[in-house]
């Protein structure tokens, strides 16, 4: 059987875009692999609210025009930001069915090396070969869990991303550990759900967004001097936001100041909104985790204060750590091959590995290219970086030309 050009993993942001801009190849054989929003639907909670901007919570397409905007004239939902969650998985979906409405939503269960490439067996056995590959499966395998929390039942504890309704955890006393937005927001819904919360964070104080300091800069610039310091891309602090929504910018700084601007961009933060709602929820800062126990069907947590708290249940909104590794569908021939610096894969342009021809788009790709590959508002950068690169290029080892 004659491999295809080019397979794409994933049915998120970010494989949506880029199918949606490859679709525009003409002659360019490509399926796509996944179910819609999958992870949204499944690992976020009902009742959440997208942090990122209205202009950043786009999903790139090639003629702008599969807009949030346009998304409402056709649907006739109307909202604006910050943008509920199911409005924003239908979102999702409606971009799938106009774009990609070829989607295969089989997982693909297995990539390993081929003569022609790379081959592919789906969750159904069928398999394949592929010259090209390109991975968007998101963060869901990099949920971090602290070792102190191994090793204890998930009647106990659970990682934010395994709920999709907290109201499982009515009437119960929660510990939330963390301090960014899945933390604070899941603090938020638990309290509002009825749970009895307290929120555990290692920082000395929670970061607001669009706090007393920056509302007053966006309110006393004019709409040209905020333009010239937020980039709509949304991903930093003012003038590091127009660094930030630029990669091929960011790529060619030392990479200690990347990193130090990385991590002023990224550091753990909850939108304003949560204030109120949570102020009546016991915050306890600058506190971490010494010691975790079961005690019969509760929890007994020693902070490095000494104090104890016990509980019914905690909560990790502890976030991510990228470790392609994790992604159980590569061989290990393969992660093996692809040159990695803590567990992110390093990416040269078009977002390759070093291995020819396979690509990983999304969160794996921020020690590259920065913080914007996390998010929403990085799918035009990441889709137009794909199609440079296959524009003119050999495939990998067959020496044809993607486009004749
Ligand atoms: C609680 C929370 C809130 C967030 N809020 C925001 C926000 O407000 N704004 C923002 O920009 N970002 C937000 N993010 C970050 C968000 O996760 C990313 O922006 C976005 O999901 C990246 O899209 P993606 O396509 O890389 O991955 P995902 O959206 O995770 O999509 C992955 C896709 O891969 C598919 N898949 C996985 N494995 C396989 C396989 N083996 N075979 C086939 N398909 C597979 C899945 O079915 C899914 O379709 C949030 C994250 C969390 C956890």
Redesign the pocket.
């Known amino acids: 059987m004659t491999p295809c050009d080019v397979s794409i993993?994933?049915?998120?942001?970010?494989?949506?875009s880029a199918a949606a801009h490859l679709r525009t190849v003409k002659g360019l054989e490509l399926r796509v692999?996944?179910?819609?929003?999958?992870?949204?639907d499944r690992?976020?909670p009902v009742g959440?609210f997208?942090?990122?901007a209205w202009t950043?919570?786009q999903i790139a397409n090639p003629n702008s025009s599969l807009t949030l905007e346009a998304f409402q004239a056709e649907s006739g939902n109307h909202f604006e930001t910050p943008v509920p969650l199911d409005h924003f998985i239908q979102y999702g979906r409606w971009y799938q069915s106009r774009a990609v409405p070829d989607l295969d939503q089989?997982?693909?269960?297995h990539i390993e090396f081929d003569p022609r490439g790379f081959r592919l067996t789906l969750q159904d056995g069928e398999v394949f070969s592929s010259r090209r590959v390109i991975i968007?499966?998101?963060?869901?395998s990099f949920a971090w869990r602290p070792p102190e929390f191994q090793g204890l039942p998930s009647s106990l504890v659970t990682h934010?991303?395994d709920h999709r309704d907290l109201r499982t955890l009515t009437g119960k006393r929660v510990l939330v550990v963390g301090s960014g937005?899945?933390a604070l927001e899941s603090g938020a819904l638990l309290h509002e759900g009825g749970a009895e919360v307290e929120i555990i964070a290692r920082s000395g104080r929670i970061h607001w967004l669009q706090g007393w300091a920056s509302k007053t800069l966006h309110r006393r610039l004019g709409t040209f001097t905020r333009q010239l310091l937020y980039a709509p891309t949304d991903v930093g602090p003012a003038g590091i936001s127009q660094i930030m929504a630029r990669p091929d910018l960011l790529r060619r700084l030392p990479r200690r100041v990347q990193d130090k601007l990385r991590k002023r961009s990224t550091r753990p933060a909850g939108s304003r909104w949560l204030v109120e709602r949570l102020r009546e929820v016991p915050i306890s800062l600058g506190r971490s985790v010494a010691s975790v126990a079961a005690e019969g069907e509760q929890v007994k947590v020693r902070l490095d204060d000494g104090s104890e708290r016990k509980a019914d249940h905690v909560l990790l909104g502890t976030g991510?750590h990228v470790d392609i590794s994790k992604y159980d569908?590569l061989a290990p021939e393969l992660v093996q091959s692809i040159r990695c610096y803590n567990g992110y894969p390093l990416l040269k342009e078009g977002l390759e590995t070093s291995v020819p021809g396979l690509h990983f788009?999304?969160?794996p790709a921020a020690w590259s290219f920065g913080p914007l590959m996390?998010?929403?508002?990085g799918t035009g950068y990441a889709s137009r970086a794909l199609i440079r690169c296959l524009a003119g290029t050999k495939l990998p080892r067959n020496g044809h030309e993607v486009f004749s």
């Not at 993993?9 to 949506?16: D, F, K, M, Q, S």
């Not at 692999?33 to 949204?40: R, T």
């Open positions: 993993v994933g049915a998120g942001p970010y494989g949506l692999f996944g179910e819609p929003m999958s992870f949204w690992s976020m959440m997208l942090r990122s950043a919570t089989r997982r693909v269960a968007a499966v998101g963060i869901a934010t991303t937005q899945s991510f569908f788009l999304g969160a996390q998010f929403v508002s």
